[in-house]
């Protein structure tokens, strides 16, 4: 008799500026009744860790990096820990990866595309962060990171709002849908969510977000008037070889500014619809499903990033068309 290899385990990213509320969140997941065990890996900044001590005494492993921000330095140590945590004979139902407020989630999510052993035996699931609606404004302001932090996002924690006024927390709202029209943003005071909402979605999956919300991809071409902005792109059938190339291309040149793209392809004589995602330099697709009978074959795609050039995506996009 066979037996099937074990499902890929989920991680959870979660990342947010300073003092937005993670370690807040983390907490309230370690002990909410949920009848479920996660390993936690703490990235911490400087040579003393302090947030390892801050998360509460649970029966959860608790995995310190304090060798500054994860980055390409820290993204081996990463691996080790995941392919470490894999071998363990008590498989855990998941994996939270908290940031430290400083960081780039980008080589975060790199690592689970980059290395063959963790993506085999894990899945990302969700950049989740956490933002704080009364600073939220002034940190857009002063900290690129604040605003990279959002845009990687898959869902955004909007923490704190019983501090905030309504017309505040509009023009929170409004700046967080300005630089990533893609992320679903859920209020909350104190972290306080229920934790299906954010654990074990598969956000990150955008083939599984598509078939249940099929219009995801429907935000309209939007302009950020800060650094970090997104554009939509439409089209027919594509070219694959064309599109392949371009998209190839695209990436090597600007991607240290491309924080996350995704779309849905139709190739030309291609049955099923192709879903392409990506972090920074690192693209990957795959077929999801075949057209359904009388569904339109349009192809959507999205870039969010920062500096991006504009004007060399829509004419590399629009060489593609079949």
Known sequence: MTTSAPAPIPVTVLTGYLGAGKTTLLNRILTEDHGKKYAVIV???????IDNDLVVDTDEEIFEMNNGCICCTV??????ILEGLMKRKG?????????????????????????DDVRAKTRLDAIVTVVDALNLLARIEDSPEAEDQIAFADVVLLNKV???????????RAEIRAINPYARVIETERCDVDLGEI????????GRILTVEPDFLEATHTHHDEDVKSISLR??????????????????????????????????KDPERYVVQGVHMIVEGDHQRPWKVGETRETRLVFIGRD????????GFDSCKA
């Open 199 to 206: 654990l074990d979605r598969g956000a990150f999956d955008l």
């Open 308 to 315: 991006l050039d504009f004007a060399a995506i829509a004419a």
């Open 162 to 172: 019983d501090l905030v006024d309504a017309a505040q927390l509009a023009a929170v």
């Open 235 to 268: 089209a027919g059938d594509m070219k694959p070889d064309a599109f392949f190339d371009w998209i190839n291309r695209a990436t090597q040149e600007q991607g240290p500014k491309i924080r996350r793209l995704k779309g849905i392809i139709a190739f030309e």
């Open 43 to 49: 990235n911490e900044f400087g040579e003393i860790g």
């Open 75 to 80: 993204r081996g140590d990463l691996i080790r």
């Open 91 to 115: 498989r855990f139902d998941g994996v939270l990866i908290e940031t430290t407020g400083l960081a780039d989630p980008a080589p975060v999510a790199q690592t689970f595309f980059m290395d």
